[in-house]
Nanobody, 117 residues
């Protein structure tokens, strides 16, 4: 059973940085490598939104609100996806979810990020 597991969340002051990690167990390398990997977030009372995504070829896509501050990367050999978050703002506060999209969507349980002003 494929299970992405996020880590690296926490509480930080505005302007600080965090690095989220997502490691997927139970997935074969070729499926992971060919998947689209993304980070989503959901703030209280809001819909889940895409933060960043990276394709199998390494093309990236970011929400306008995080461009220039966040960077997504992956390590296929480790079956891992990362989200480097810099210059964090209070509005970045949310639960962050890892998504691996191949023939099936796989979601992690989420990790809380709290940014205080």
């Amino acid at each position: 059973q494929v299970q992405p597991v996020e880590s690296g969340g926490g509480s930080v002051q505005a302007g600080g940085s965090l690095r989220l990690s997502c490691k997927a167990s139970g997935i074969i390398l070729s499926v992971f490598s060919n998947s689209i990997k993304g980070w989503y977030r959901q703030a209280p009372g809001k819909q889940r939104e895409l933060v960043a995504a990276i394709t199998s070829s390494g093309d990236t896509n970011y929400a306008d609100s995080v461009k220039g501050r966040f960077a997504i990367s992956r390590d296929n050999a480790k079956r891992a996806v990362y989200l480097q978050m810099n210059s964090l703002k209070p509005e970045d506060t949310a639960v962050y979810y890892c998504n691996i999209r191949g023939y099936t969507d796989y979601w992690g349980q989420g990790t809380q990020v709290t940014v205080s002003s």
